[in-house]
C-alpha cells in the first residue's frame, strides 16, 4: 500500500523521476504477484475459510480496486460463515441430545441393575433390614 502512495507522490511532481518510478512500480508489481500467489497458496493448501475471503475482498477491493470482484468475495466470506455457524450448532445440539441419551441410558441401566437384585438387597438399600 506504501508503494502506491509512493508511486502517486512520485508521479504527481512537477518533474517525476522515471527511474524511481519505474522502481516503485516493479515493486508494486512483484508485491501484486506474491499477494496472488500466497492467496492461491492458501487455498490449495484447503485453508478456504471466511477470514482468507474477507482480507483478499480487502486487498482485491483497495489494491486491484475491483469493488465487484470484492463484494463477490466478501459474500462468499458471509456465506462460509453462516454454514460454519449452522454445522457447529448442529454439533451443539448433537452432542448435548447424546449426553442426554447417554445420562438416561445410564438411569435405565442402574433402574435395570435394580431389578435383578435379590429382594433383601433391594430392602438394604432402600434403609428397611431384610423383608
Known amino acids: ?5 509512493q508511486f502517486w507522490q ?4 512537477k518533474r517525476p523521476d522515471i527511474t524511481r518510478l519505474n522502481m516503485v512500480s516493479e515493486r508494486i ?7 496472488l500467489q500466497k492467496f492461491t497458496l492458501l487455498l490449495s493448501g484447503g485453508s478456504v475459510n471466511p ?7 480487502l486487498f482485491v477491493e483497495t489494491v486491484l480496486e475491483q469493488p465487484e470482484a470484492a463484494e463477490r468475495l466478501y459474500d462468499e466470506a458471509r456465506l462460509m460463515a453462516d454454514t460454519d455457524s449452522r454445522r457447529r450448532d448442529t454439533a451443539r445440539q448433537q452432542a448435548a441430545e ?29 434403609g428397611r433390614g431384610k423383608p
Open 98 to 126: 447424546r449426553d442426554d441419551d447417554s445420562d438416561n441410558e445410564g438411569d435405565m441401566a442402574i433402574q435395570n441393575d435394580l431389578l435383578l437384585l435379590p429382594a433383601d438387597v433391594m430392602h438394604r438399600r432402600q
Open 29 to 35: 508489481h512483484r508485491q501484486r504477484t506474491n499477494a
Open 51 to 57: 477470514v482468507v475471503f474477507r482480507y483478499w475482498g
Open 10 to 13: 512520485i508521479l504527481a511532481a
Open 1 to 5: 500500500m506504501m508503494q502506491l502512495v
